[in-house]
């Protein structure tokens, strides 16, 4: 499988560029927010020494506990919704036909159009007053409900809407997965007299597992990451109950100018997101051995 | 293969194709022949000094604002000023700070009082008293550097006044006469009258406010005022004191018990947004808000607006808001000249009195009151008078740096939560005032 | 006799009950995906008065595209959309420039550290944008690049996914053929920018669409690095449209909002199947 390079330098330009970049743009950049977080910084002024001030300020204001719990509880609906949503779409789509070919497609189109043009979308559909979900309820004779404007439902609403654009991913996914399923092991266990549900539970389920992982650890990842949505329909509110992570750090960069605080949460997200990565990369390499790094024999 | 059945089916996905293709065709077919005709062209004619104005303003306002800008590009041809929209004050404002790290600040813009403490100290702001004809403006002291700051005259000047308010009271002029009321003048008398203009379905649930004003530390800073209170005496971060706590335990009354207040969601703008909303639909009887929104409420409004003085409780006080021209220090001589041509244009009386009219911000030079009130101006549009006459008891802001972090981070949350939470105002404030000493010490 | 109908996994549908059920799901979900779409457009083609009085009435009353025109008089659009795509462009290029060789080197040159230096690139998927921004913010205000194309493409420059898509797709090619081509003569850069690109055509052509629509729709980068409209991009000029204060002119906000989604839905329905094989192809 490996060729011996032409030139013993060879390797070495080949991946020159991509060092560069990685070094610049990454590696420099963690390194860089470990040092801004030990000092305080406005962006306007010189930076100032002050230990691990913001790190104690961060924990002892509560903010550190406040965006980690709305971040884990948005993740949460998220990861279980995607998931859940994601395999109930393909179980439903996995026919043949042009309607469900269409419907399939809508339901990822949602996947692939911008955030902000999401987020736009439902801004106006949730709007309290002219909305036309509340429009709807308001039809069947139901109060109008302030889907972002309570400080409770808010971050559903976002999680909401977080799910309607994602369920595509998983459902592609949970389809590819389902398609490996034999169609002879499916056949046989009907003859055998097993029923849809029994059928799913010990033959389509087992060997969808990897792909369930997968999908949980994406989705996952990809809450962790959420801004768009949280920036243009609530801007972290009402009462910063919309606070996720990644916005609380804009926040604290664009609009409190602390920069020092804002690279001393970045820090510890990183932290965060790198256990989740190491996660998802293992997930990753148990769908499909063949996509780990050569260092063992295969399972 | 794999992906074969979720592949449209050919005919259908060719119409979607077309249909989208036609639809980004036709979009920029028309944003051709129409970026020319309605977008401000980015080049500059030939040989003219160019700035960039770097405004917030949305709706009307811009509407205003882009064609003074127009006229002052016409009318002369030494400079040219481009306008670009940066979205709300806190979006444009956090754009503004970032671009000054950057050094990519534009030679013009306008920020929130505020603010202005703290980017003077941090010395990015441009000293403009040596600008030819400086001096010579004849901006109103309340709402100029002067009055607006403790000793703002004493410090170098590094702002002029561009769109300036103070909040008014707006009462529906038909609810009001239907119930045979008077704006209130005392907190007792607002209490009462929201009390009076509440009115609940048969299950108790309030169809109509009597009062509502975004939970905003604005109103609140004029609550403070009226009970007495200072934000800061000398270096020490009072927040009113005793009266900080009376402001905030009014609203907490008037929401919680009283039911008659509605506090409208959201934060920031959102806020403001409702509060007019909710009152050009006629599910709150009288409002607070800014100045600004005068001609706004007026054109829309399907009854009669009237506009009042904020009640008085010890005294009568009103903090000052709207934004001030500042010209970044970083920015090219060249570009500096442009900017303050422009500064001088939009304080000539015509323009001053073209902002102020068309939108309900205040005319902010002398010459411009006098020829407002000259042509009955006042005469014939009652309200625009009331927040001319409020000049009169507007308090001056401290001149402090960390004030907008003050704002921002400590005491509008603590505000929001007080009033949707319901924890007793004065441990609130006692919390904000510690954690205000002890993180901006 | 009529055949039962049978569902993909080769079982009958079962009773009539059930497959009733099964279509009003799928109208259902259909709907669920299908109405804020056609809601969108319904609301763009509204005029004020009708905004402000009926907004939920489900028909426009006519067809007025006034407020198409009045978002494209808000904006420079097509100035945003230009560097909208050019941005998008020249990272996808500039991501498969850089992958290139480095998805070659790893896949199929033998050396000390090939290991390591993958490992590195995979290390790189903990470190996101949201990460990266303040310190690469700081570092371009240095050198004077805030607010321009370089601030929006460079830090694209590597992907680990393009990376490891391409090293997957290396890893299908027989050594034999680059061997031939080294004893006909070609130098190791002909190898990998001439012999190696047609053969990973699939690959290629996933991964641009892939990076290309999502660096295309991208919001948080631009909006951290630029500072006015130079190189300011269509989603950032689209969520601008929603001016406060003022009365939020919600037919407008959804005129921009059709044509920010247009490009994206046309790319999607004109290469469905190779963003498929993208999405799939990253649990592979």
Redesign the interface.
């Known amino acids: ?7 013993r330098t ?2 070495l ?3 020159a ?2 060092a560069l ?2 070094a ?3 590696f ?3 390194l ?2 470990v040092h ?1 977080s030990l000092h305080r910084w ?4 010189e930076p100032r020494f002050v230990g691990t001030a913001n790190y104690r ?1 961060l924990w002892e ?1 509560g903010d550190l506990l406040h965006w980690t719990t709305t971040t884990v509880l948005f993740s949460l609906v998220v990861v279980t919704g995607a998931t859940g949503l994601g395999l109930g ?1 393909a179980l ?5 036909g ?13 996947y ?6 999401v987020a ?6 949730l ?6 979900l ?3 309820l ?1 039809f069947f004779g139901f109060e109008a409900v ?1 889907w ?4 409770r439902l808010a971050l559903l609403a976002v999680a909401g809407v977080t799910l ?1 654009k994602i369920a595509g ?1 998983g459902m ?2 949970f ?2 997965g ?2 490996d ?1 034999p ?1 002879a092991l ?2 046989a266990a ?1 003859l055998d007299g097993a029923g ?1 549900l029994a ?1 799913f539970w010990h033959i ?1 389920w087992p060997l969808l597992r990897p ?1 369930t992982l ?1 999908v949980v650890t994406t989705s996952l990842i990809a809450s962790f ?1 959420v ?2 949505v949280v ?2 329909m ?7 109950a919309t606070t996720v992570f ?1 916005y609380a ?2 926040e604290q ?5 602390r ?1 020092g605080r ?2 001393a949460a ?1 820090v510890v ?2 932290v965060l ?2 256990a989740l ?2 996660l ?2 293992w997930a ?1 390499t148990r ?2 051995p ?2 780990r ?3 063992g024999s295969h399972p | 293969m794999r992906s074969d059945g979720l592949a449209l089916r050919a005919p259908r996905r060719a119409f979607l194709g077309a249909a989208a293709t036609l639809g980004a065709a036709a979009a920029l077919g028309s944003a051709a022949s129409l970026g020319a005709a309605g977008c401000h062209p980015r080049r500059a004619p030939r040989g003219r000094r160019e700035a960039s104005l770097w405004f917030t303003y949305g709706g009307r306002n811009r509407q205003v604002l882009e064609e003074l800008v127009g006229r002052f590009n016409a009318e002369q041809d030494r400079y040219w000023i481009h306008p670009i929209y940066q979205g709300d004050y806190y979006e444009g404002l956090a754009k503004l700070r970032t671009a000054l790290a950057a050094q990519v600040a534009p030679a013009l813009s306008h920020v929130v009082g505020e603010v202005i403490p703290y980017l003077a100290e941090a010395e990015v702001l441009e000293p403009l008293a040596g600008y030819p004809g400086a001096s010579e403006l004849d901006v109103l002291p309340a709402l100029g550097q002067a009055e607006t700051w403790q000793d703002g005259a004493g410090r170098p000047l590094v702002c002029l006044p561009f769109n300036r308010s103070t909040p008014i009271a707006y009462l529906n002029g038909a609810l009001f006469d239907e119930a045979k009321l008077q704006p209130p003048t005392t907190w007792e008398e607002l209490v009462s009258h929201a009390r009076d203009l509440t009115v609940r379905s048969a299950r108790g649930r309030v169809t109509r406010h009597g009062f509502g004003c975004p939970i905003d530390w604005w109103f609140w800073v004029a609550l403070v005022g009226q009970a007495g209170g200072e934000l800061m005496e000398g270096t020490r971060v009072t927040l009113g004191g005793d009266a900080g706590a009376e402001a905030l335990a009014l609203w907490q009354r008037m929401v919680r018990q009283d039911r008659s207040m509605k506090p409208p969601p959201g934060r920031d703008y959102n806020a403001w947004e409702q509060t007019n909303q909710d009152f050009l639909a006629g599910r709150t009887a009288m409002i607070w808000t800014s100045t600004a929104f005068l001609r706004y409420l007026e054109d829309n409004a399907p009854f009669p607006v009237r506009a009042a003085p904020l009640p008085a409780h010890r005294r009568a006080a009103v903090p000052t808001g709207g934004t001030h021209w500042i010209i970044p220090r970083s920015a090219p001589p060249a570009a500096k000249d442009a900017a303050w041509a422009f500064l001088k244009f939009m304080h000539e009386p015509a323009q001053v009195i073209a902002w102020a009219t068309r939108t309900g911000y205040l005319p902010v030079t002398a010459r411009a009151v006098e020829q407002l009130e000259g042509s009955g101006f006042y005469r014939r549009h009652p309200n625009d008078r009331v927040a001319l006459d409020q000049l009169a008891s507007v308090r001056p802001w401290p001149w402090a740096p960390e004030l907008f972090r003050i704002q921002r981070e400590i005491v509008q949350p603590s505000l929001e939560n007080a009033v949707l939470g319901g924890q007793p105002a004065a441990d609130v404030l006692t919390r904000a005032r510690a954690r205000a000493t002890r993180e901006l010490g | 006799m009529k055949r039962a109908p049978l569902a993909r996994d080769g079982a009958p549908l079962g009773p009539v009950w059930l497959r009733l059920g099964w279509g009003a799901l799928l109208v259902g979900v259909g709907l669920l995906w299908l109405l804020p779409y056609l809601w969108m457009v319904v609301t763009s083609l509204k005029t004020l008065p009708e905004i402000v009085r009926a907004p939920t009435a489900p028909l426009p009353s006519g067809l007025s595209f006034e407020a198409y025109a009045a978002a494209l008089e808000a904006m420079p659009f097509a100035h945003y959309l230009w560097n909208t795509t050019l941005m998008a462009l020249l990272i996808a290029a500039l991501q498969i420039a850089v992958a290139l060789p480095a998805a070659y080197c790893l896949a199929k040159l033998q050396f000390r550290f090939r290991t390591a230096a993958f490992l590195l690139v995979v290390a790189t998927l903990a470190v996101p944008a949201q990460v990266r921004f303040v310190p690469v913010f700081a570092l371009l205000a240095e050198v004077g690049l805030v607010n321009t194309m370089s601030a929006l493409v460079l830090p694209f420059g590597v992907s680990a996914f393009g990376t490891f898509l391409l090293r997957q797709a290396l890893l299908a090619v027989p050594d034999a053929l680059i061997e031939a081509a080294r004893l006909d003569g070609a130098s190791e850069i002909a190898i990998v920018y001439r012999l190696l690109p047609p053969l990973l055509l699939p690959a290629l052509t996933a991964f641009f669409l892939f990076s290309f629509t999502y660096h295309w729709n991208d919001y948080f980068w631009p909006l951290v690095m630029t500072t006015d409209d130079q190189v300011r991009t269509l989603p950032l000029g689209i969520a601008l449209l929603r001016e406060q204060g003022t009365g939020v002119r919600w037919h407008i906000v959804m005129a921009g909002n059709v044509l920010l989604s247009l490009p994206a839905l046309a790319v999607f329905a004109l290469a469905q199947r190779h963003l498929l094989r993208a999405v799939t192809t990253k649990a592979r």
Do not use: C, K
């Not at chain 1, 709007?127 to 036309?132: K, N, S, T, Y």
């Open positions: 499988m490996a060729l011996v390079p032409r030139r060879d390797p330009w080949m991946l560029p991509t970049l990685l610049v743009f990454f420099y950049p963690l860089h927010a801004t406005d962006l306007l002024t300020s204001s779409l439903l789509l996995n026919r043949p042009r309607l469900v070919g269409f419907v399939r497609s809508a339901v990822f189109s949602a692939v159009v911008s955030w902000v043009s736009l979308l439902w801004l106006w559909v709007d309290a007053d002219a909305g036309a509340n429009g709807l308001g302030p972002l404007g309570s400080p309607w991913y592609v996914l389809l590819a389902l398609q399923v169609p499916l056949e009907a849809r059928r389509t792909t997968f990451q801004f768009d920036r243009v609530t801007q972290g509110g009402p009462v910063h990644v750090i804009y960069v664009f609009v409190n100018l920069v804002a690279s970045i997200f990183f997101l790198a990565t190491a998802q990369l990753w769908r499909d063949s996509a790094a050569p260092r």
